[in-house]
């Protein structure tokens, strides 16, 4: 077969010269364009494949019909000997994620071969069982892109000056081995390009037009692709077709071209929303801090913060965010649950520290915002105190529009399931996501009636994992025992709790329905700190939960306690190279 010999096979590896020459004679030679499906689940095992360059994702239908990924295929292992060798069909879906090469010997061919050559049955039975160690271990598939594809969607974007820069960048990250391309040389062919790859660690196809065979060509060859845009401006008509030629396999961002003295970012074009990406991200011009961002948020080395619910405190979130800050640990993705998820807010937002710490300390000390009690036909209070200090502090802004990619959870009653808020106004959201079920009313939407997210998970480090963006950091200020200290509410009225037979140090109503809310959530809390790299635990056992003249205590305990851990060296694997 023509140009067999210049690729280093494994299947072939330890065969002699006659049986390698014969193995190669039956190969055929097959290319792949990128998003093309190779086999799909039940399909009959006619052949198995190698893979000479490009990627495969591999996937199986989940139980709701869904497509479940299951594995990345690297050049060059070999795809498919499972249902050969079992001679049953095939277990599951096989995509090219890139353009890709491959090797394929039919059942004949191999039926042939293998009673010539042992060696090769001994080989695939290997990989066999390899695979099926790893099947056994539920081995996560990571994301780890080698290549990027920039490609321009409105107007007026500057997409060589960014791609430039962004190169620039990615040096500085990941070393010299980081190519830009911009253009096929002339008389070049798709070999040229896997050659091109093959001698590089990081490439960027770079596309000056959001249509036509070059871009088409970087999209395919593309692990991470970003759709540069400028604010305001609509999606031009050549990016329509790149709405229905995505890839889930493919990881897409829209990143959004700020001025460079941006305060606020402007939002996107409602037009923009038709493409489904999986994050917007704003990069203010000529600022190399997003520029450096957006590297670790695209190459997965990105520090995720989530930040966990638990009352007054949540305010040791203020300390911790302080801490990292002091120590150059970078805040890349921030989300978080009822407090926590306010907390991780004015993290999305840029707001600065002592800003942040005045609007908390009036807030909640000066004037706290639980007061407003009604007849309690749904809560104890009417909840138009905090609507009212939510939108204040955080105004007409949407979670998209927001510095840092902002997740926060709440809890949705109608369905008994998390509802994770990504999208839309930001003070609703995170009203829906401290709307403590009896103290404060619900949040109706129409997915269904929103309460506190800690019901259902006050430590979302799964979700942020579920991102592939990096090595996730956890807060939880909830773990600690509860009760053990009184807050100066529940001091109040011992006189009347005398009058009524109830006993004087037991906890108030809002007080137990705070604890109520976060403690239901103790095993998905458990379950989801195992997807964090690491969960800092501030000690807050002595701070009531409604303890909200604590609040300078509680950030300095929530500070010393972060400071600490990172000069004791556990933060070390979220330092930035």
């Known amino acids: 077969m023509e140009d067999v010999p210049e690729y280093d096979m494994p299947l072939w590896a330890d065969l002699d010269p006659v049986a390698r020459l014969e193995l190669q004679a039956e190969l055929q030679r097959i290319v792949l364009p990128g998003g093309e499906v190779l086999f799909e689940e039940g399909d009959p095992a006619d052949a198995l494949y190698m893979l000479v360059s490009g990627a495969l994702g591999v996937s199986v239908q989940g139980s709701h019909g869904e497509q479940r990924r299951i594995a990345r295929i690297s050049p060059p292992e070999t ?20 353009d890709s090469i491959l090797f394929k010997l039919t059942r004949t061919a191999f039926e042939r071969l293998a009673a010539r050559w042992p060696s090769v049955m001994l080989y695939l039975s290997k990989l066999l069982a390899d695979r099926l160690r790893a099947t056994t271990r539920s081995q996560p598939v990571t994301f780890t892109p080698a290549t990027f594809a920039i490609v321009p969607v409105t107007q007026g974007v500057a997409v060589l000056d960014f791609a430039h820069a962004f190169l620039g960048e990615m040096r500085r990250n990941h070393g010299s081995g980081v190519e830009l391309l911009d253009a096929m040389p002339v008389h070049e062919d798709e070999n040229w390009l896997y050659r091109f790859e093959a001698g590089r660690e990081r490439v960027i196809y770079v596309a000056s037009e959001p249509s036509g065979t070059w871009t088409g060509r970087c999209i395919r060859h593309a692990d991470h692709i970003i759709f540069l845009a400028c604010p305001g401006e609509p999606l031009v008509p050549e990016a329509e077709a790149l709405t229905c030629a995505m890839s889930s396999w493919r990881r897409h961002d829209l990143v959004l071209l700020q001025k460079a003295d941006a305060s606020r970012p402007t939002p996107a074009h409602p037009s923009l929303g038709r493409l489904p990406v999986d994050q917007q991200i704003h990069v203010r011009a000529k600022g190399s801090a997003d520029l450096q961002r957006l590297i670790r948020t695209s190459s997965g080395r990105a520090v995720g913060l989530v930040l966990a619910g638990g009352g007054a405190r ?14 150059g640990f970078p805040i890349d993705l921030v989300g978080g649950t009822s407090i926590g998820s306010v907390m991780a807010a004015t993290a999305a937002a840029q707001i600065g520290l002592q800003e942040a ?5 009036e807030a909640f000390v000066r004037n706290p915002p639980l007061n407003d009690y009604t007849l309690p036909l749904v809560s104890l209070v009417r909840g138009r105190k905090v609507d009212a200090r939510l939108f204040e502090q955080f105004g007409d802004r949407n979670i998209e529009d927001l510095w840092l990619p902002f997740f926060c959870v709440s809890s949705n009653l109608t369905t008994g399931t998390a509802h994770v808020h990504r999208r839309g106004p930001l003070w609703r959201a995170l009203r829906a996501s401290i709307a403590i079920p009896g103290l404060l009313p619900p949040v109706i939407e129409p997915e269904g009636v929103l309460v506190d997210g800690a019901m259902m998970n006050n430590l979302p480090a799964d979700i942020m994992a579920d991102l592939q963006r990096g090595p ?43 604890r109520a809310a976060t403690i239901s959530s103790d095993a998905q809390t458990l379950k989801a700190r195992a997807h964090a790299a690491l969960v800092i635990h501030p000690p807050l056992a002595d701070v009531p939960l409604r303890g909200w003249e604590h609040f300078d205590r509680v950030v300095e305990i929530g500070y010393k306690h972060t400071r600490d851990s990172i000069e004791a060296g556990a933060l070390d694997g979220f330092k930035v190279a």
């Open 357 to 361: 710490k005045d609007l908390m300390r």
């Open 79 to 98: 795809i498919g000997e499972m249902a050969l060798i079992s001679n049953t069909p095939r277990s599951a879906t096989v995509t090219a994620l890139r």
């Open 472 to 514: 996730v950091l956890g807060i939880d200020v909830a773990r600690d025992v509860a009760f053990t200290t009184a807050s100066e509410e529940e001091k109040k009225a011992p006189l009347l709790r005398r009058l009524l037979g109830l006993p004087v140090q037991a906890p108030d109503i809002v007080s137990l329905l705070y």
């Open 314 to 327: 949540g305010f040791a979130h203020l300390g911790a965010i302080q801490a990292l800050s002091e120590h």
